[in-house]
């Protein structure tokens, strides 16, 4: 499953989690994370990175991450918008981090606690903590440049298929729509997403199913036709192939986790709450 948190335009957001297990996503936004507390696995970009207490570690926007928490964690996540640092956001243009994992230094720490992971209406105290941050970070990292990447057009197709995928859309449809040969996006989905058009829209259509087997009670036709299929015997099989049992015996079990549910930012926010 892949769960694309489309709304990080001026934005910025913070939550305290406990226990922090989190399929991967990715996103607009940059991440920070700080872990409080205990140990966290971190895969980003399909590289695992191991958090100990009292160390920081960025997301990048756009990078595709999960977090795993074996034991124990207690962390404080920051998401906040490219807009809010674009000088940063300008020197990071195609290029990945070689570590992402840091430390503060005793006076940037004093200054960032104060202000950072809190409800801070101070926007100018905000951005100028962000800037001494990121500061830190590359003073402890280096940047590796990467394939040139239109981000824009990431954010336009994956903003697409969450706006439309209950509906009869393909790649060909939506290639019309922006204004790319088929092909060209074809290829541009497999590379970026590390899926095919077909894969991401299935799990998208079946983690909305989850939701709404759990938390509706539509009949599981119905719920078939309201995710996009056009028969029931269509939905069924991917249904299975995704969460290897039926949309019955999914019912049934009756799991009361956001993990499993159609990816609404809502429902995203409260499981980090």
Do not use: W
Not at 3 to 19: C, K, Q, R
Not at 134 to 146: A, D, F, H, P
Not at 160 to 186: C, M, P, R, W
Not at 241 to 252: A, G, S
Request: net charge negative; aromatic share 14%.
């Amino acid at each position: 499953m892949l769960i694309y948190e489309a709304h990080h335009f001026d934005y910025i957001s913070n939550y305290h989690t406990l226990d922090l297990n989190f399929p991967s996503h990715l996103h607009r936004g940059f991440e920070l994370l700080f872990l409080v507390d205990g140990e966290m696995e971190v895969i980003i970009s399909q590289k695992s990175y191991h958090l100990k207490t009292g160390q920081f570690l960025l997301i990048l926007p756009f990078e595709i991450h999960s977090f795993i928490t074996k034991s124990h964690s207690r962390a404080n996540i920051c998401i906040f918008s490219p807009d809010y640092v674009p000088t940063f956001q300008r020197m990071i243009e195609n290029s990945s981090l070689e570590n992402p994992v840091f430390t503060l230094s005793p006076e940037a720490n004093t200054l960032i606690s104060r202000t950072l992971f809190k409800d801070n209406p101070n926007l100018l105290e905000q951005k100028a903590c962000l800037y001494l941050l990121l500061s830190e970070l590359m003073g402890q990292t280096s940047l590796i440049k990467s394939e040139k990447q239109d981000q824009e057009l990431l954010h336009k197709l994956l903003t697409y298929i969450q706006d439309h995928f209950t509906e009869s859309i393909s790649l060909k449809s939506i290639a019309g729509t922006v204004g790319y040969s088929y092909n060209y996006l074809s290829k541009y989905f497999n590379t970026h997403i590390n899926m095919s058009f077909v894969d991401f829209l299935n799990e998208t259509r079946v983690n909305y199913a989850c939701y709404l087997l759990i938390y509706t009670e539509k009949n599981i036709t119905e719920i078939a036709f309201l995710c996009g299929y056009d028969s029931i015997r269509s939905f069924n099989r991917n249904f299975v192939k995704i969460k290897l049992c039926t949309p019955k015996e999914y019912r049934d079990k009756q799991p009361q986790s956001f993990m499993d549910m159609y990816p609404l930012e809502t429902a995203i926010h409260q499981n980090l709450k």
